[in-house]
Nanobody
Framework: QVQLVESGGGSVQPGGSLRLSCAAS????????MAWYRQAPGKQRELVAV???????NYGDSVKGRFTISRDNAKNTVYLQMNSLKPEDTAIYYC????????WGQGTQVTVSS
């Protein structure tokens, strides 16, 4: 049974930073692409960032240059470093495994507000 558990969400002021983590279990982590999606109230879910098993990354246009996805295969964990946060980054952030995603975490809330 694959489990993805996100952590690190919270509230931050505009311009601040947060680091999300996603711990995976129940699969051979190293062979899968991992990604972060987000969904804001009243909006469609969107891809934030993806990292494949070789470490190649890709980002949504709205977060390029501000967010960085990385993975630690020894810890079965993927991270999302979010800098220069904006109010429009407010959303529930989901960790996924597979491309396209086969498994989703439960989500973690990120709120950017002054």
């Amino acid at each position: 049974q694959v489990q993805l558990v996100e952590s690190g969400g919270g509230s931050v002021q505009p311009g601040g930073s947060l680091r999300l983590s996603c711990a995976a279990s129940g699969s051979i982590f190293i062979i899968y692409s991992m990604a972060w999606y987000r969904q804001a109230p009243g909006k469609q879910r969107e891809l934030v960032a993806v990292i494949n098993r070789s470490g190649r990354t890709n980002y949504g246009d709205s977060v390029k240059g501000r967010f960085t996805i990385s993975r630690d295969n020894a810890k079965n964990t993927v991270y999302l470093q979010m800098n220069s946060l904006k109010p429009e980054d407010t959303a529930i952030y989901y960790c996924t495994q597979g491309s396209p995603p086969d498994y989703w975490g439960q989500g973690t809330q990120v709120t950017v507000s002054s």
